[in-house]
C-alpha cells in the first residue's frame, strides 16, 4: 500500500529521535500510542525543548489509512519589554470549565474526546506579563489569515488578564475578528471550603446577532479521592434544542486506577450522552478503556463507542 512507506520514515524518525542523548536534544520524551474499539488508531507523539525552542511533534493513522504527521506546537520565547515574547504556534487554553469553556476564544477544542491526543496549537505572535499575583497576555492569532473557514483559523487579537485575589482567580477577555467583530468576557474560580470549588465564566459575542455563552459548576473532592463535577451552561451560537446543557462527572481513584462516569444531557431535545471510562497509570504504561451511550434524539444520529487504549511513555 502506498501509506506503508510514509508509515516506516515516521517510526523510524521517532525512534531515532527518541534514542538520542539528552545532552544533544536538550529536554526529550516522546510516547506512542494504540487504540482499539470503534475505531483504530496508531499515534506518536515527540515533545522537545532546548534553551528558549519548545515543539511538539505527532503522527496519526486513523482505522488503517495513511500516516498524518502534525507540527503541533513550535515556539520561540524570549524576554521581550518588561514581559515575553513567543513567536510559532501554540496552545493557548484560558477558561476555568471542564467540559464547556466559553472564555477559549483563542484555543477551540473538544474537551469530551472519550481518549484525546495533544492539542494542535495556533499560529500566533504573543507577549505576556506576570507577577506574583497577576498576569496579562497579548496575542495575535493566524496573523495576516482574515477570515477563515474555520473558526479557530481565524485572524483575531485577543487579550487576557488574570488576577489572583486570596482563594479566588479572575479572568477577563477581549477578542477582536472580522466573524465575530467584539467578543468580550470574564470568569472566576473560588476556593469556597477544603473540597470546594466554584466556578463560572460568561462570554458576550457582538455576532452572530449579540450572542453569548455562559457556565456555571462545581467540583467538590474528599479524602478518598472521590471526584465530582456538575457544570450548566448556555451557548446560543450553538444550533436550535443545543443550546442549554447539563453535566455530571463522579471520578474515583484507587491507587494507580481512576474509574470514572459522567452524563451530559439537553434538557430542550432530551438527548443523553453517558460515558463510563477507566485508566490504570503506572510508570510509563498508561491502560484505558471507555464506553459513550446516546441517547434520546441524539440516539438517533450517534451510534455509541467503546474505545481502548495502551500508551508507553519514554
Known amino acids: 500500500m502506498p501509506h506503508h512507506k510514509p508509515a ?4 523510524a524518525l521517532f525512534a531515532a529521535l527518541a534514542l538520542q542523548p539528552a545532552a544533544q536534544a536538550g529536554e526529550l520524551a516522546a510516547s506512542v500510542r494504540a487504540q482499539f474499539g470503534s475505531q483504530s488508531l496508531q499515534a506518536g507523539e515527540l515533545r522537545w525543548a532546548d534553551g528558549p525552542l519548545r515543539s511538539v511533534l505527532t503522527a496519526t493513522r486513523i ?55 495533544a492539542l494542535e496549537g495556533i499560529p500566533m505572535l504573543a507577549w505576556e506579563r506576570f507577577d506574583s499575583d497577576s498576569a496579562t497576555t497579548f496575542a495575535w492569532a493566524n496573523p495576516t489569515r482574515g477570515r477563515a473557514d474555520q473558526a479557530r483559523d481565524d485572524e483575531a487579537i485577543a487579550i487576557r488578564h488574570y488576577r489572583q485575589r486570596g482563594a479566588r482567580d479572575e479572568y477577563a477577555v477581549l477578542r477582536l475578528s ?90 430542550q431535545t432530551g438527548s443523553r450522552i453517558g460515558t463510563l471510562s477507566a485508566s490504570w497509570k503506572s510508570g510509563p504504561w498508561t491502560l484505558a478503556a471507555s464506553y459513550r451511550r446516546y441517547g434520546g434524539l441524539a440516539g438517533r444520529y450517534m451510534q455509541d463507542t467503546a474505545l481502548a487504549s495502551i500508551q508507553r511513555g519514554f
Do not use: C
Not at 516506516?8 to 517510526?11: L, N
Not at 459575542?205 to 471526584?227: D, I, M, N, V, Y
Open 8 to 11: 516506516r520514515a515516521a517510526a
Open 63 to 117: 482505522d488503517g489509512g495513511g500516516i498524518r504527521p502534525r507540527l503541533n506546537e513550535l515556539t520561540y520565547d524570549r524576554a521581550f519589554a518588561g514581559g515575553f515574547l513567543t513567536v510559532g504556534k501554540k496552545v493557548m487554553s484560558w477558561d476555568v470549565g471542564y467540559a464547556f469553556r466559553p472564555l477559549d476564544v483563542v484555543q477551540r477544542e473538544d474537551r469530551r474526546a472519550l481518549i484525546p491526543l
Open 178 to 267: 472580522r466573524r465575530n467583530v467584539m467578543e468580550a468576557g470574564a470568569s472566576f474560580s473560588q476556593v469556597a471550603s477544603d473540597g470546594l470549588e466554584l466556578h463560572a465564566s460568561l462570554l458576550w459575542q457582538q455576532r452572530p446577532a449579540h450572542g453569548g455563552k455562559a457556565l456555571a459548576g462545581f467540583t467538590w473532592t474528599t479524602e478518598s479521592k472521590l471526584s465530582i463535577i456538575g457544570e450548566m451552561w448556555t451557548d446560543r451560537s450553538a444550533g436550535p434544542g443545543q443550546q442549554r446543557n447539563r453535566m455530571l462527572r463522579a471520578a474515583q481513584y484507587f491507587d494507580d486506577v481512576e474509574v470514572a462516569a459522567d452524563l451530559l444531557w439537553q434538557p
